[in-house]
């Protein structure tokens, strides 16, 4: 008697359970798959994910709290007023940012710093400039860069010189991207993927029912952004990528080029031999940043620091000694690679 109570209170409970699955692969495939897309932090942004709801306010209000912390176009931002030593006790988005780059900037030697705005600017990139810097500029400049000559002490934004300036640039747009997710996530959210200026977050499946797949572009010079020959493919499912390189942010003067990635202890533009720099992370803040930070070191040094930190995954696009590129990735990131 008590075993065909116990089978038919199994069957029960077995029968539930197929309905629950029913209705959730039911739900999956009437739930409609929505997109977003526009203009923040000086670039654009894509947005796809699926929900009953639309959800653009919730995305427009995320954005907006992250340009009113973070951007230095914003004139009545955060970052802004700090870096106008107007005296504020800094908001939580700001104080998050900052102290993931300090540690950062300690686990790169500082190759990471976003104390560099005051160089970024002088070479034309951030705000326009029609003439390079001398090399008396840069060292007067480089008086004032390093992420020690600043910190946070009550709520407060402590420089060593009123002249220190940050700049977020190259790691707000993942903090960004990382902020809606989160977002989406907190409304229940399970399937989306989140883009900005190509930092990427993505969670569950895409519109075809399959996993979240990314291309790499070949890193050719395109500052119009309109090459989409691609070097592969990667599989980045429930989890964050970030690109960097200077084949899309450049500029010539007098025949020479110069890239948008300045080194902060040289005070000029890196001419390493990474030319792309693609992180798989936990957070797309975190890819952000090393991913800038690997374009400042280069491939040997890079490496070095995938060796302290196997959280994190990297796919190098390089120029080899024969002027040839050639490809380096994590080991890690085998099974991430598509084709």
Known sequence: MKSKRKIIAQSVVLLLLIVVVVIVVRRQHTTPYRSSEGLVFGTLYHITYQSDRDLQSEIDSV???????????????????????IDIVVDSMFTEVFTLAEHISDETDGAFDITVAPLVNVWGFGFKNDSQPSRAVIDSLLHIIGYQKVCLKGGRVVKKD?????????????????????????KGVDNFMVEIGGEIVTQGINTKRLPWKIGVTKPTDDTLQTNKELQTILNVNDIAMATSGNYRNFYYKDGKKYAHTINPKTGYPVQ????????????????????????????????????????????????????????????????????
């Open 63 to 85: 954005l907006n709290d992250v340009d009113n912390s973070l951007s230095p176009f914003n004139k009545n931002s955060v970052i802004t007023k700090v870096n106008n030593n």
């Open 162 to 186: 009123k002249r220190v300036m940050l700049d977020c640039s190259a790691i707000a747009k993942g903090y960004g991207t990382d902020q809606v997710a989160r977002m989406l996530r907190n």
């Open 272 to 339: 390493h031999n990474i030319l792309s720099a693609t992180v798989l992370a936990n957070d797309c803040a975190t890819a952000d940043a090393y991913a800038t930070a690997f374009m400042v070191v280069g491939l040997e040094k890079a490496q070095e620091i995938l060796d302290n930190h196997p959280e994190i995954m990297a796919y190098f696009i390089y120029s080899d000694k024969n002027g040839n590129n050639a490809v380096w990735f994590s080991p890690t990131m085998k099974d991430k690679i598509a084709d």
